[in-house]
């Protein structure tokens, strides 16, 4: 029976079952509330992928908000998986604690987020606590993660070991220069491009590449690709690096909205690192913990060809 197993072994028993099987625990007794409760309010999930089944997902999530859950339970949350537009996150983060003390883990998909409430969502996580990892999706909207993300975000530099920044959000380099030069644990890192790269002169599609990717000499972007890889040689823990991120174009061919634009419509990063000796990577050669860099839809070398090194 299970009352009769040892108080550790119940306790141990709640982060392998399914958040259905720990709702149903928690219904159980007052007993069974106690053990359980824990490990059902440890992960706050993402809403579901059926449109059809979205609105009343959502719907139970803002009433749960309203009633005061977040702050009643939020003591036992440790990961965030949640996607949320500008309305939503600020009423959010209304109802939440000032600190999640327990909270080290997130992935949020942001529509239409601005800089300071992006900084104050990174600012609820525990400074003794620290992030671990965070990834902040804002594809689909043209999103800044300015100086106020960027202060929040380094505050927890010390703990850092995954960051994932996906197109949409504008970090400005100053701040990528301080967080390389700050979270030496880094293991996973997605967030650099924006470097001028004149040696490409034409997209796949035979249209000139845009003024800021064809900027500058090829000198100059040498030396500043040299630089960066100067920066990423200081993570010494790094495993996994991915310089190629899906595209986001504020027009499409087509002349439509903006849109998602998939590796099938021979698309590709042109304002990345070249992954060459002369522009670097030679200094990436003492990460001995680095076993994959991937290249998803860059133009390596001057070359258009989908690639990942392993």
């Given at each position: 029976?299970?009352?009769?197993?040892?108080?550790?072994?119940?306790?141990?028993?709640?982060?392998?079952?399914?958040?259905?099987?720990?709702?149903?625990?928690?219904?159980?007794?007052?007993?069974?509330?106690?053990?359980?409760?824990?490990?059902?309010?440890?992960?706050?999930?993402?809403?579901?992928?059926?449109?059809?089944?979205?609105?009343?997902?959502q719907d139970t999530f803002d009433a749960g908000i309203a009633q005061?859950?977040?702050?009643?339970?939020?003591?036992?949350?440790?990961?965030?998986?949640?996607?949320?537009?500008?309305?939503?996150?600020?009423?959010?983060?209304?109802?939440?604690?000032?600190?999640?003390?327990?909270?080290?883990?997130?992935?949020?998909?942001?529509?239409?987020?601005?800089?300071?409430?992006?900084?104050?969502?990174?600012?609820?996580?525990?400074?003794?606590?620290?992030?671990?990892?965070?990834?902040?999706?804002?594809?689909?909207?043209?999103?800044?993660?300015?100086?106020?993300?960027?202060?929040?975000?380094?505050?927890?530099?010390?703990?850092?070991?995954?960051?994932s920044l996906v197109p949409g959000f504008r970090f400005p380099s100053?701040?990528?220069?301080?967080?390389?030069?700050?979270?030496?644990?880094?293991?996973?890192?997605?967030?650099?491009?924006?470097?001028?790269?004149?040696?490409?002169?034409?997209?796949?599609?035979?249209?000139?590449?845009?003024?800021?990717?064809?900027?500058?000499?090829?000198?100059?972007?040498?030396?500043?690709?040299?630089?960066?890889?100067?920066?990423?040689?200081?993570?010494?823990?790094?495993?996994?690096?991915?310089?190629?991120?899906?595209?986001?174009?504020?027009?499409?061919?087509?002349?439509?909205?903006?849109?998602?634009?998939?590796?099938?419509?021979?698309?590709?990063?042109?304002?990345?690192?070249?992954?060459?000796?002369?522009?670097?990577?030679?200094?990436?050669?003492?990460?001995?913990?680095?076993?994959?860099?991937?290249?998803?839809?860059?133009?390596?070398?001057?070359?258009?060809?989908?690639?990942?090194?392993?």
């Amino acid at each position: 029976m299970f009352v009769d197993l040892p108080y550790e072994t119940q306790h141990a028993i709640g982060p392998f079952l399914s958040s259905h099987d720990l709702t149903t625990c928690v219904l159980v007794s007052r007993e069974w509330r106690d053990i359980f409760t824990p490990s059902l309010w440890s992960h706050i999930g993402a809403s579901p992928t059926w449109s059809m089944h979205q609105q009343a997902w959502q719907d139970t999530f803002d009433a749960g908000i309203a009633q005061g859950c977040l702050t009643r339970y939020g003591h036992f949350i440790r990961s965030i998986n949640l996607t949320l537009n500008l309305l939503r996150l600020k009423d959010f983060l209304t109802h939440c604690p000032a600190i999640f003390p327990r909270l080290t883990s997130a992935s949020l998909k942001c529509i239409a987020q601005d800089d300071e409430t992006v900084a104050d969502f990174l600012g609820r996580c525990s400074p003794t606590k620290g992030w671990k990892s965070l990834s902040l999706d804002g594809t689909g909207a043209s999103l800044y993660f300015g100086e106020a993300s960027a202060k929040a975000l380094l505050k927890h530099a010390a703990t850092l070991e995954s960051f994932s920044l996906v197109p949409g959000f504008r970090f400005p380099s100053k701040s990528i220069h301080e967080l390389l030069c700050s979270a030496s644990g880094l293991k996973k890192l997605d967030l650099i491009g924006h470097i001028p790269r004149p040696d490409i002169a034409w997209e796949t599609d035979e249209e000139p590449t845009s003024e800021f990717v064809a900027a500058g000499t090829r000198r100059e972007s040498l030396t500043l690709q040299r630089r960066v890889y100067t920066e990423l040689a200081r993570l010494t823990r790094l495993k996994e690096l991915w310089l190629g991120t899906p595209l986001w174009r504020s027009r499409s061919p087509r002349g439509s909205l903006c849109e998602i634009v998939s590796s099938s419509e021979e698309n590709w990063i042109y304002d990345g690192l070249a992954m060459t000796l002369e522009g670097g990577m030679d200094l990436l050669k003492e990460l001995k913990e680095l076993k994959v860099v991937g290249l998803k839809d860059m133009a390596v070398d001057g070359l258009f060809e989908e690639a990942e090194q392993k």
